[in-house]
């Protein structure tokens, strides 16, 4: 069994930054196609963003786009997203997901497509 560990979470301003990261200890993560996915009180889980195992491929919901990075640390081999100009509805639990593919340019971009997952951490923007 595969233990997602999210780390990078608290509490900003409208306008702020914040870097989450994702490890998969003990595992090659580089085997991993990762997402992100965010639930808010009251609403569904919403699909954030997502990178290939090579980490040539990467998808960003419309709601991030131009703010959100997805990036791999394959020295720490952790998978890292970084959230620029943060707004008040981007304040959720961030989980992270994974999912061990053979091809390595694969985005999974379905929930159900993900075997493991993390905790989630929780992100709160303040107005």
């Known amino acids: 069994q595969v233990q997602l560990v999210e780390s990078g979470g608290g509490l900003v301003q409208a306008g702020g930054s914040l870097r989450l990261s994702c490890a998969a200890p003990?595992?090659?993560?580089?085997?991993?196609?990762v997402g992100w996915l965010r639930q808010a009180p009251g609403k569904e889980r919403e699909f954030v963003t997502a990178i290939s195992g090579s980490g040539g491929n990467t998808y960003y919901a419309d709601s991030v786009k131009g703010r959100f990075t997805i990036s791999r640390d394959g020295a720490k081999n952790t998978v890292n997203l970084q959230m620029n100009s943060l707004k008040p509805e981007d304040t959720a639990v961030y989980y992270c997901?994974?999912?061990?593919?053979?091809?390595?340019?694969?985005?999974?971009?379905?929930?159900?497509?993900?075997?493991?997952w993390g905790q989630g951490t929780q992100v709160t923007v303040s107005s």
């Open positions: 997901a994974g999912v061990i593919t053979g091809y390595s340019d694969y985005l999974a971009l379905r929930p159900n497509e993900y075997d493991y």
């Open positions: 003990g595992r090659s993560f580089s085997r991993f196609a």
